[in-house]
């Protein structure tokens, strides 16, 4: 029976998979060109501090609008690329992008705001990673507080000790790194009291439910205190309704990342809210004359 079960599921698959297997060609070699045909773009979505309102940085998330597919989430062509190799050359042009981004948006701007870049574990362990960073930082001409990457616990499971070397040269050029959906991998908290990381991210799948959860709750005050006690930056990822954010304000949270401020935005859009914003900073202070 189970047999026959097994036959009919795998008969039924077939078709879908043979679609799936094709599709997934196509869309690899298309990423080739993706590139050079300026197909893909960077969204950025900000972190805000949630007692200031402030703007602290943005994530930059890939975006791909296929010619003939369309739109393709980053979770579907990323593993591609990863499996490919392109994963190397899209980060070079991601690095890129998001180094001339932070120029622009640090324009005029009272404080510096980064922009985080996602580095593929693969991406993380080539020799030449650091140097690729140094490189971009170097060309672009900005100060390396402006650029911070997002690495996830994966790329601690094999050669550890060579990770934290490179985790060390990139602080030590003033890169700032976070840790990636916190609390979905492997890493054991004797890993995290090793790595010269600065910010961890927890990950939304702790915020979906937290409200109602407990358990979701208990982790993520624990997750809390053990990076207060670390001296880590922590920021919530996923927030989306108000009653999470209040939730999480109660147990004093202080940075956070979700569809509750802002979506992932074209840089545009970003630029022109950044500019909306400070000039509501120069209003309040023209108007005491204390200041002027
Ligand atoms: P991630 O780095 O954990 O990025 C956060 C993801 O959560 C983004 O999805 C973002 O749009 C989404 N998100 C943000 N706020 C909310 C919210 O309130 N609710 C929900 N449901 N989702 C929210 P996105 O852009 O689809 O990216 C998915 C993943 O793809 C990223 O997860 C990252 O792992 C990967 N990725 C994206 N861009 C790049 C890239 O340039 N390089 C690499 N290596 N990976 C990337
Ligand atoms: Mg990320
Ligand atoms: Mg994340
Ligand atoms: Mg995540």
Redesign the pocket.
Known sequence: EARKLGRDTWCHYTGDLGAAVSERMSISTDLQNAVQDNQLT??Y?PVVDGWTGAIVGY????RWYHPSHGFI???RF?PMAEESGQ?VE??QW?LDCAARAATRMNQGLPHDIYVA????TL?FRRTDFVERVTDVLKRHNIPARWLEI?ITESMLLDDFASAIEKLRELGALGVRIAL??FGTGYSSLNYLKRLPIHKI?LD?SFVNDIVEDPADAAIARAVLAVAGLLKLTVIV????TERQFAFLKRLRFTQF????FA??LPLETVLASLLAASGYQVLPDAAQPSQA
Not at 117 to 120: C, D, G, P, R, W
Not at 237 to 240: I, K, L, N, T, Y
């Open positions: 960077l969204h979505q994530e930059a998330l890939m989430p980053p979770n990323i994963i899209l980060t991601a870049v996602n580095i593929s991406v997002e990636d959906d991210k939304r990822e996923g927030v989306e990342q979700g569809y509750l979506k992932p």
